[in-house]
Structure formats: structure tokens, C-alpha cells
């Protein structure tokens, strides 16, 4: 696999809650972006990052914050949460129009 | 709206047949189209892909068909085995460097022995 860690794995957490995910790599790569995975929708892209502190919206970023302070870490934060964000959250990385790597992803329960 | 178009849904074959899953885009834009492999309680694996200047690309069986004129692509999955059950995703992604991956909606393959 390649060097990608999604922590925590799994998550419960109350609405209106703040809700910290983290993708961590290894593997130096320029691009990372989270994605969302639910039944009937396949992978949605959610924010994505092209360098340090270069963060951009994909098609389901309401609700969604990233930060990305080091080359290596890549934040999705939901501010507020709701029961519409219960999914599971996938980052990934790539060096560009070629192969993205992806984690083992993050269950998050929204209660 | 989405980008790239999956079908079917679904997909039941029997041990030793061919698996066929077709995928459809609009945006010409796109130049790289792979197919992702999951297994349940993974995170997506690249499969194979394939660039609009060939037609074809094979690796063992597993084979991708692309029609640019028609702007669809397909994977074959020959000589099906039990293993092979996960749920494939098509995608698409253009050359502005980002490789922002537009994903169809899955398709769950169960090869039955």
C-alpha cells in the first residue's frame, strides 16, 4: 500500500459537533484530496490541495473546510456536523494526471 | 451532475465468464480514464487505465475498450473468478494536472464459482 494514513478509522459524533479528520502521507506527493463515498453516489470529490496552503472546492465542499500546513498532512474539517455528512471519507494522493493512491478511508456516524 | 455514466449497477457472472462494465462522459476535456478495484472495507485501488490515443490496453485479464468518437469506455474482465467480486468504479480526469478524478457510481460485480 502506498503510504497513506487515515485517522481515526471510525468516528461517532453528535450533531453540531466539530469533526477533525487527518490524511497523512509518506510519499511526498504534490496533489491529496478527500473524497466522500456513499451508496448510489460512488466517490464525490469534497476539497483538494495541489500544494501547501493551495486548497481548492470539488463538487461537495458545503459544510467542509481543509487545511494543509505540511507537505505530508492534509485536514478535512466538518464545522458543524450533520446527519447528511454520515459517510465514508477516502484521501488520496497523486503526483499529477497519473495513478491517485488511496487510504483505507474513515467511517464518520453522524448521531 | 454527473460526469461519468456507470453501467449497470450491478453484475452477477458466473465463474469463467466475462465481466463487461460500461462507462459514457461528456467532457472532451478528459484525457485519462482509469478503473478503480474495491474490496469491502478498502479504500479504491487503480485496476488499469487508459489515454485517448489507443483504443485498447490489456494487462492479464483485464482489458479496457475506449471509443473516442462515442466518448465511452468499457472494461472486460475475462475469465472471471470468485476473487475478482468488488465493486469497480470508472473515472475520468483531465491533463490540467490536478487529477481531479470524476467517478461513476460503482459497480458491484459478483462472480458466482
Known amino acids: 500500500d502506498a503510504g497513506i494514513t487515515q485517522s481515526p478509522r471510525h468516528k461517532v459524533t453528535e450533531t453540531g459537533t466539530p469533526v477533525t479528520l487527518r490524511c497523512h502521507q509518506t510519499e511526498n506527493h504534490r496533489y491529496m484530496y478527500w473524497y466522500r463515498q456513499d451508496p448510489g453516489h460512488g466517490l464525490r470529490l469534497i476539497h483538494y490541495s495541489y500544494g501547501v496552503k493551495d486548497t481548492d472546492k470539488g463538487e461537495v465542499s458545503d459544510g467542509y473546510s481543509v487545511s494543509r500546513s505540511k507537505t505530508e498532512d492534509f485536514l478535512l474539517t466538518l464545522e458543524s456536523a450533520t446527519s447528511s455528512q454520515t459517510s465514508v471519507y477516502f484521501c488520496?494522493?497523486?503526483?499529477?494526471?497519473?495513478?491517485?493512491?488511496f487510504g483505507q478511508g474513515t467511517r464518520l456516524t453522524v448521531v | 451532475q454527473q460526469q461519468v455514466k456507470q453501467s449497470p449497477q450491478s453484475l452477477i457472472v458466473q465463474k469463467g465468464g466475462i465481466s463487461i462494465i460500461n462507462c459514457a462522459y461528456e467532457n472532451t476535456a478528459f484525457d485519462y480514464f482509469p478503473w478503480y478495484q474495491q474490496f469491502p472495507g478498502k479504500g479504491p485501488a487503480l485496476l488499469i487505465a487508459?489515454?485517448?490515443?489507443?483504443s485498447e490496453k490489456k494487462e492479464g485479464r483485464f482489458t479496457i475498450s475506449f471509443n473516442k468518437s462515442a466518448k465511452q469506455f468499457s472494461l472486460h474482465i475475462m475469465d472471471s473468478q470468485p476473487g475478482d467480486s468488488a465493486t469497480y468504479f470508472c473515472a475520468a480526469s483531465m491533463r490540467d494536472g490536478n487529477n481531479r478524478l470524476a467517478f461513476g457510481k460503482g459497480n458491484q460485480v459478483v462472480v458466482i464459482p
Open positions: 487508459i489515454r485517448p490515443d489507443v
Open positions: 488520496a494522493i497523486s503526483e499529477g494526471n497519473t495513478e491517485a493512491f
